[in-house]
DNA sequence: GCGGATCAC
DNA sequence: TATGGTGATCCGC
């Protein structure tokens, strides 16, 4: 029923997308069919139209080279990727952070709404703000017509030739933007604007203190009884506004909407004017989050008599998706609990998350998903078919994760002594960091974001290396005062400012290769054995100084590694007054997340997990110990058999490979034969590297000096890491309270049918997986040893041997597409 | 490092 | 008549 009305949105979104509109019968405007064919007469034989045919051809051939790709996955690969995967998702899972209360604030149709508001006779008519080139946006009359933003406006005069297209505003808007913003404020003075009509919360603060707060403080005036609809106080549903959006007058009917006062409804707090008139116009919110976000919207209509939806949710992803829910003037709530988030995954389709758009749509619909669910189900596929960095954002999707922390901004900063000395601070950062890491770089990057939230990047490569203090501030200085100059004579007015340094030399970039925290994190403890030694020790055919290693990998291989360094120059070498998270970049969001993730999973401090094969409670151990355990728990029945395994693919120098697959299998003889004390000394210096990670991120929130105090010692990579752990509890403590747990029913895994020692979902869920897998492993390794025994003798390991020749050598020119997403 | 592709507003 | 402008990221070359 849900999943039929989901779809039914989902179609509708689509066609609204595509410019269609499935308008209600009887109604004015068109309906689909019409507006379908009136947008292709007018779009047919325009060079436009032929571009876009030419794109979609293109993407066309990377759907058919992706399909290629995944006709040539073998069974093992797939498996060998499920394992690894859903290593990850374990992760994402066990680090899943429920605490925070996200709110994702839209003003509905804004800029069409603004023009309305200050020119009566628009009210009733259908309006869109734009050109005849392009629309910005329209209002919910002109939508009926399909007339939408992004629609040429000459189009849309065909659509509804009464539409009144209003040039935009933007100084208007953007004073209206400034009142909106005043308000979020006081919930979040930390909340991020992502464009003028769009902004993020977290509310988790205030909520803490609201508790406290006595009805007074939460007591708002309204002066006329209806213009403003509010659910009463305490009231309980998850979804309030369910028609809300038809009462929206401004937006919604023909007739306009009552006029209301002027002045501000909160100065009315007062004593003396609490006749009976203006109680009766009074409300009090409540303490929960859903009220606070009533409470929000109340005010941003009361202030600016515009309309906004918002979205709440434990994250900014789930928050954005949530707010266009209820959509116009609505709000909507996922509850901060396992089960719900996971419910309302369930069904969503994957183009509601922002960051899927139309191409990756296309791509991922050719693997038949579309929905949430089904990005879970194919998530060991899309771990081969498309880069980590994508199918890592696509696990955090199909499991309802987002980015928990907003950016934090540090207070105006214009006066440009501040600046240079902040610029100066952020290069001794960076410096100390690089020479920790013994790096030398060529290129100083600046990122500056102003008071308007503008965001520039400026860099300088210079023809020698660079590390210490006063080489990068000297480029980095260059670089800021060319920004002074340009807004001079007008102060450079800067919200962030962060230093970045790259192009490392070829001998640096080798270190980092093999201290990969990524690569740790992919394959376990596995690449504690950096790729060089392990190399160096089984593949005797050749001679390869360490060095020159990477070249000899293979292309698939290199890629990732190359990629896993990029990903780990920006964080790691970057000092920056605020985190680069936003939704509207999910891969930085993502590699946010991954990088937190990085350093739970290898900070050395013990806690309690449990096993989800044998179930049985761990307790006092680190990550890693953890990690062995289950390794060691899947291993137990078939240890010889995995030996075998790994001599094959050992044997034929395919190692490289190996290390990426992570079977888990080929990872325990890793421990067993290669790990030297050399390979020690880069288990210690991974932990080091990560926690700076985390050191980074806090620093970079935590910049400004007065909001450092909650970290008393910001360069101590211990006391982050006893940070970490101190949330990681926190967060288990929480674990039981949530709904996911199911009490007094015995799960039985349907795979090896025993009944499993545990209520919870999730790790019941994992552990199937993980039968399942092994299951599949266990079958096709008694089928190589069965084969091997055949006269034709090696049959299976020489059919596997040439299958992965084959895939290496078509390492080499393999189509784009398989490497990338985009 | 640059340009193309993708995505969002 | 006519299908934006900008900024960000990822990726391959």
């Not at 969001?589 to 989800?612: D, G, H, R, V, W």
């Not at 096709?780 to 034709?792: F, G, I």
């Amino acid at each position: 029923m849900d999943n039929t009305k989901e779809k039914n949105n989902y179609k509708d979104d689509l066609l609204l997308r595509m410019g269609l509109n499935d308008n209600k019968a009887g109604m004015e405007g068109l309906d689909k069919e019409k507006i379908n064919k009136i947008i292709m007469d007018a779009t047919k034989g325009s060079r436009f139209y032929g571009n876009e045919l030419k794109k979609e051809k293109q993407v066309n051939q990377r759907i058919a080279n992706m399909m290629q790709q995944k006709a040539q996955i073998t069974n093992q690969q797939l498996r060998k990727a499920q394992l690894q995967v859903d290593r990850f998702a374990m992760e994402l899972e066990r680090n899943r952070n429920l605490n925070n209360t996200i709110v994702h604030v839209d003003m509905d149709a804004f800029y069409a709404a603004v023009e309305m508001r200050d020119n009566p006779e628009l009210r009733d008519k259908p309006i869109a703000v734009g050109s005849m080139s392009m629309l910005a946006t329209s209002n919910y009359h002109a939508r009926r017509f399909g007339v939408r933003a992004a629609l040429p406006g000459f189009i849309a005069k065909r659509l509804c030739p009464q539409l009144i297209i209003v040039p935009p505003n933007f100084d208007k808007y953007r004073a209206v933007s400034k009142e909106v913003k005043e308000i979020l404020a006081e919930y979040d003075p930390n909340f991020m604007a992502v464009s003028l009509d769009e902004a993020y919360l977290n509310i988790t603060q205030h909520l803490e203190e609201r508790q406290d707060w006595p009805e007074d403080k939460r007591r708002y005036f309204s002066k006329t009884g209806n213009s403003v609809k509010i659910g009463e106080p305490g009231e309980e549903a998850d979804k309030l506004n369910e028609d809300e959006g038809s009462i929206s007058p401004l937006l919604f009917e023909d007739s306009p909407p009552d006029l209301q006062p002027e002045g501000n409804p909160s100065l009315l707090n007062s004593k003396e004017q609490s006749n009976l008139q203006i109680l009766q116009n009074s409300v009090v919110f409540g303490t929960s989050a859903e009220e606070v976000v009533k409470e929000i919207r109340f005010r941003i209509e009361q202030k600016t008599t515009l309309t906004a939806s918002a979205g709440i949710a434990p994250n900014t992803m789930l928050a954005k998706v949530c707010s266009d829910k209820n959509k116009p003037n609505g709000q909507y709530q996922i509850l901060p609990s396992r089960k719900a988030v996971m419910d309302f995954i369930k069904d969503l389709p994957i183009r509601k998350v922002s960051g899927i758009g139309k191409v990756t749509e296309k791509m991922l619909m050719a693997l038949g998903i579309v929905t949430c669910t089904e990005l879970y189900q194919q998530r060991a596929l899309l771990s081969l078919l498309f880069s980590e960095t994508s199918w890592h954002y696509f696990l955090h999707i199909a499991l309802g994760l987002g980015s928990t922390d907003l950016a934090r901004t540090f207070s105006e900063m214009f006066r440009t002594e501040e600046q240079y000395s902040l610029c100066q601070e952020l290069c001794t950062e960076l410096a100390r960091d690089l020479q920790k890491e013994g790096l030398k770089g060529r290129t100083v990057t600046i990122k500056l974001k102003n008071v308007n939230f503008e965001v520039k990047t400026r860099a300088s490569t210079v023809p020698s290396t660079l590390s210490t203090t006063e080489e990068i501030f000297a480029v980095a200085k260059e670089l800021l005062r060319a920004e002074i100059n340009a807004a001079s004579p007008h102060p450079l007015r800067l919200r962030l400012m962060g230093v970045r340094m790259s192009t490392f030399s070829n001998e640096d970039d080798k270190k980092h290769q093999q201290r990969s925290i990524i690569g740790f994190l992919q394959a376990g403890h596995q690449a504690l054995s950096s790729p060089g030694c392990v190399l160096d020790k089984t593949d005797k055919t050749e001679f390869v100084k360490p060095l020159e290693m990477s070249l000899k990998k293979s292309f698939f291989d290199k890629k990732r590694s190359e990629r896993i360094l990029s990903h780990q120059d920006a964080p790691r070498c970057e000092t920056v007054d605020q985190q680069a998270v936003q939704t509207s970049q999910p891969f930085q969001a993502l590699k946010k997340m991954t990088e937190s993730l990085e350093t739970s999973k290898n900070s050395n401090n013990c806690q309690t997990f449990t096993c989800p094969v044998c179930f049985r409670e761990q307790e006092g151990i680190s990550l890693e110990a953890f990690n062995e355990h289950v390794d060691a728990c899947l291993d137990e029945p078939s240890t010889s058999e995995n030996s075998y395994s790994h001599a094959s693919s050992a044997a034929i120098g395919q190692k490289e490979d190996a290390h990426h697959s992570i079977p888990l299998c080929e990872k325990q003889d890793y421990e067993d034969a290669e790990i030297t004390s050399a390979d020690g000394v880069d288990l210690l210096e991974t932990e080091v590297i990560s926690l700076k990670a985390a050191s980074m991120d806090t620093l970079g929130s935590n910049h400004s000096k007065e909001e450092c105090s909650d970290i008393p010692n910001q360069s101590c990579p211990v006391s982050l890491a006893n940070e970490t752990v101190r949330i990681l509890s926190k967060q288990e403590s929480i674990q039981p309270c949530t709904d996911e747990v199911v009490t007094g029913r015995a799960l039985v895994c349907p795979v090896c049918n025993l009944e499993q020692k545990t209520s919870d979902l999730t790790l019941f869920n994992v552990h199937v997986d993980i039968c399942l897998n092994k299951g599949i492993i266990q079958e096709l390794r008694n089928n190589e040893v069965n084969s091997a025994n055949q006269p034709k003798g090696s049959s299976r390991s020489t059919g596997e041997h040439t299958i992965m020749k084959r895939n290496a050598a078509r390492g080499g020119d393999r189509p784009a597409v398989l490497a990338r997403l985009a």
